[in-house]
């Protein structure tokens, strides 16, 4: 399929740092104008993380899903609490921020929303183990996601109305531990089984198919995403740090472009100290196309450039330098210019 970003577009992965919607979503407008973001600010606390954030929009739709804070994460509660109550205000403000910024935007825009197998190795059920037991409640959270993915699709399209498109996130890091059977039960003394890579992409799929035309994809910044099992489930494109392949994970990405899947190529560092030239910021993204032999127009246009992931830990000079050089690799992968800015490198 047609990705719906111009070839090498640059946009972020979702988090910023600060507690400021309205200044972030204004650099997101500012640096990113081919595809903007709604901007996720985990520095507020609670309710603002990206499990929070999602727990707020589970109830919306499904008020059993509403979530409060536990001394290890958090677990489902129902709607009424505190931290539910502060994430639907966080996010409010988040949405209206965007909106503000993208006055006359006739762009894509992307929204982020955490995946429910993520999800479910993160919240606790009332037992005190993590959905990740319960197949049902697994089910039961990705039915609910979808449904939630409607509105919030709905929602942006509302406030956004001259959008070209609108794009989902589906942010899945912890999925290669589920899938290995790497999460802690309760106890502290042993590991939940393995999902089957089966069960994992029946959830997925799920979740993808919500929105009808809208783009959906997956976002997995950890080591070896299953570049494969993503697009086997559905995922229009998958976002991934490229900076640390193995050679499997190089080839599903070429599976995955050759089918007119599109790639969010993480390549600019999350934290730094010192502007990347044009060169060494596109240097990943130049390499992994030249390893794969698909340097030409036709893939390129379904890339897109991103950090390698959330910018939330990096300093507020630091993620505006990340963001302009995600910018300054589109433009050298589409060779608009040369290349400028120097560091050194």
Aim: aromatic share 2%; with cysteine; charged share 20%.
């Amino acid at each position: 399929m047609t990705m719906p970003w111009r070839p090498a577009a640059a946009t972020g992965v979702g988090s910023m740092p600060g507690t400021s919607a309205r200044e972030a979503a204004r650099i997101v407008a500012g640096e990113l104008p081919d595809l903007v973001h709604v901007v996720e600010l985990p520095d507020r606390g609670p309710g603002s993380d990206m499990i929070g954030r999602t727990g707020a929009m589970l109830t919306q739709v499904e008020s059993r899903f509403g979530l409060e804070t536990t001394p290890d994460g958090w677990r489902i509660a129902g709607a009424g609490s505190r931290q539910m109550r502060l994430a639907h205000a966080y996010l409010g403000e988040d949405l209206d921020a965007m909106e503000e910024s993208t006055a006359e935007y006739a762009g894509p825009v992307k929204v982020q929303m955490v995946g429910p197998l993520t999800f479910a190795a993160a919240v606790e059920l009332r037992s005190g183990e993590r959905a990740l037991r319960d197949p049902g409640a697994m089910r039961d959270i990705a039915e609910a996601l979808a449904l939630a993915a409607g509105e919030q699709v709905g929602d942006i399209r509302r406030r956004v109305p001259h959008a070209s498109s609108v794009l989902i996130q589906w942010d899945e890091p912890g999925l290669p531990a589920v899938l290995e059977g790497r999460i802690g039960t309760a106890s502290g003394l042993s590991s939940y089984a393995p999902v089957d890579p089966q069960q994992a992409e029946r959830l997925l799929a799920t979740v993808l198919a919500a929105s009808g035309d809208t783009v959906s994809g997956v976002h997995c910044c950890a080591e070896a995403p299953p570049v494969d099992l993503l697009r086997s489930a559905g995922a229009s494109f998958v976002s991934i740090d490229i900076t640390a392949l193995a050679d499997a994970s190089d080839q599903a990405v070429g599976r995955l472009l050759e089918s007119g899947g599109g790639l969010l190529a993480g390549c600019v560092p999350t934290v730094g100290a010192r502007r990347l030239s044009d060169t060494a910021a596109s240097a990943p993204v130049r390499a992994l196309l030249h390893r794969l032999g698909l340097e030409d127009d036709r893939h390129l246009a379904g890339v897109a450039i991103s950090p390698t992931c959330g910018l939330a830990g990096a300093s507020p000079a630091w993620a505006r330098a990340a963001l302009e050089a995600c910018a300054a690799v589109g433009r050298v992968l589409r060779q608009d210019e040369t290349g400028g800015a120097v560091d050194g490198q």
